[in-house]
């Protein structure tokens, strides 16, 4: 459901920013001439952000497969001269 408002909100925003230059042509809006034009486009690039967001956040859903235990490295070596040799699975708690 988000991703379909995501890209509601989208279009929307598309269409808001298209219809700005058609301002000029509404009477109510005629008065502030330039200033409604730019804030309308900056909320028509807000609503497409807004849009963006929603797809972006549910665009990448997680994985239901979860890993068994979890794995710690096993190193070699002292100090700065440790290195990682390999994994094992940490013991239960």
Not at 34 to 48: D, E, F, L, P, W
Not at 86 to 92: R, S
């Amino acid at each position: 459901m988000p991703k379909i408002l995501g890209y509601i909100l989208a279009l929307i925003g598309i269409a808001v920013i298209v219809l700005s230059n058609k301002i000029k042509d509404l009477s109510f809006l005629a008065g502030l001439g330039t200033k409604a034009i730019a804030y309308t486009v900056i909320a028509g690039i807000v609503i497409v952000a807004l849009g963006v967001v929603f797809l972006v956040s549910t665009g990448s859903k997680k994985s239901k497969v979860e890993q068994a235990s979890e794995e710690v490295p096993i190193y070699e070596g002292e100090g700065k001269n440790r290195k990682i040799v390999g994994y094992q699975k940490a013991g239960k708690k």
